[in-house]
T-cell receptor, first 113, second 114 residues
Framework: NAGVTQTPKFRILKIGQSMTLQCTQD?????MYWYRQDPGMGLKLIYY???????DKGEVPNGYNVSRSTTEDFPLRLELAAPSQTSVYFC????????????FGPGTRLTVL | AQTVTQSQPEMSVQEAETVTLSCTYD???????LFWYKQPPSRQMILVIR??????QNATENRFSVNFQKAAKSFSLKISDSQLGDTAMYFC???????????FGKGTKLSVIP
């Protein structure tokens, strides 16, 4: 199993550009999450999904959109990139229930200039 | 909603020694889960250990153990026989039993010195 994979690993965007961060998991997990990690900070939840077709906002959703058309994929869309979105983005997945371990992807380092 | 506080931004320990990382939390949930995640320089987040709040017994995983003090809302991580591979950022996290959201602390950077 590859676990959780993310593409790209690195990306530089200009202000106002848009992009999609891809996330795929092969563990048949219903729950998937997007986090951002700013320097010196812990991870903050952007969006999460409890199954195909079901998504909801986390702590810091502004400037982002998500969709979940399949169990495996959970892309994160950035519209009109801003310098404040410079961060490392992590996708994660887990089984149902708060007690379950979240499995993380390797992260995408995004810089907005 | 939860808050998680890690008061030690950086720590160091000699190889083979023992180190304890501190974490305090606050939650309005009656039942919740606590986690320690490790993030080595590779950036990959890895679960170290988890604790269910309704279990009084402290969780252990090989060289890693926790000291869970529910009344004090404290959840410290003890690493015994520290190894060079333990060098990493360590994040404490909390999730309510009915929640899908993990709340993370800011992390403690641990350096193991040969």
């Amino acid at each position: 199993n590859a676990g959780v994979t993310q593409t790209p690993k690195f990306r530089i965007l200009k202000i106002g550009q848009s992009m999609t961060l891809q996330c795929t998991q092969d563990m048949n997990h219903n729950y998937m999450y997007w986090y951002r990690q700013d320097p010196g900070m812990g991870l903050k939840l952007i969006y999460y999904s409890v199954g195909a077709g079901i998504t909801d906002k986390g702590e810091v959703p502004n400037g982002y959109n998500v969709s979940r058309s399949t169990t495996e994929d959970f892309p994160l869309r950035l519209e009109l990139a801003a310098p404040s979105q410079t961060s490392v983005y992590f996708c994660a997945s887990s089984g149902q229930g708060a007690q379950n371990e979240q499995f993380f992807g390797p992260g995408t380092r995004l810089t907005v200039l | 909603a939860q808050t998680v506080t890690q008061s030690q931004p950086e720590m160091s320990v000699q190889e083979a020694e023992t180190v304890t990382l501190s974490c305090t939390y606050d939650t309005s949930e009656n039942n919740y889960y606590l986690f320690w995640y490790k993030q080595p320089p590779s950036r990959q987040m890895i679960l170290v250990i988890r604790q269910e709040a309704y279990k009084q017994q402290n969780a252990t995983e090989n060289r890693f153990s926790v000291n869970f003090q529910k009344a004090a809302k404290s959840f410290s991580l003890k690493i015994s026989d520290s190894q060079l591979g333990d060098t990493a950022m360590y994040f404490c996290a909390c999730s309510g039993a009915g929640s899908y959201q993990l709340t993370f602390g800011k992390g403690t950077k641990l350096s193991v010195i040969p």
